[in-house]
């Protein structure tokens, strides 16, 4: 089962997500989410993948809200992407087509 794990510090690392996840049953991966573009900061949240859902919402239960690194952290089943949905582009104007060359803007002779 995949956990989504939210509000944690920016000095806490995967390892350290790792270890805090490690009592409650084995642990697939663990990876806090970096900036690429700061420095790879972190992000402040991250992922947990454990081996079987009886050790991930044991983990869910026994970590939620709960402080670590002097902040709560929120623990829950990650949420699976729903893909596309309603999302709509913006669109400014026409974009191209035919235009008529005397309909253009600057100087004319109009007489």
Same mark, same amino acid.
């Given at each position: 089962? #995949?956990?989504?794990?939210?509000?944690?510090?920016?000095?806490?690392?995967? /390892? @350290?997500?790792?270890?805090?996840? +490690?009592?409650? &049953?084995?642990?697939?991966?663990?990876?806090?989410?970096?900036?690429?573009?700061? #420095?790879?900061?972190?992000?402040?949240?991250?992922?947990?993948?454990?081996? /079987? @859902?009886e050790?991930?919402?044991? +983990?869910?239960? &026994?970590?939620?809200?709960?402080?670590v690194?002097?902040?709560k952290?929120?623990? #829950?089943?990650?949420?699976?992407?729903?893909?596309?949905?309603?999302?709509?582009?913006?669109?400014?104007?026409?974009g191209?087509?035919?235009?008529?060359?005397?309909?253009?803007?600057?100087?004319?002779?109009?007489?």
């Open positions: 089962m #995949n956990i989504y794990v939210g509000n944690l510090s920016w000095s806490l690392t995967s /390892d @350290d997500l790792h270890e805090l996840f +490690a009592p409650y &049953g084995e642990v697939i991966s663990a990876k806090v989410v970096t900036d690429k573009f700061n #420095n790879n900061r972190s992000k402040g949240f991250g992922f947990v993948e454990m081996a /079987d @859902d050790a991930a919402n044991a +983990a869910i239960s &026994g970590l939620h809200e709960t402080e690194g002097g902040r952290i929120i623990v #829950n089943q990650k949420q699976e992407n729903a893909g596309g949905g309603d999302y709509k582009k913006k669109s400014y104007g026409n191209g087509g035919y235009r008529d060359r005397n309909s253009g803007g600057g100087y004319r002779n109009n007489y």
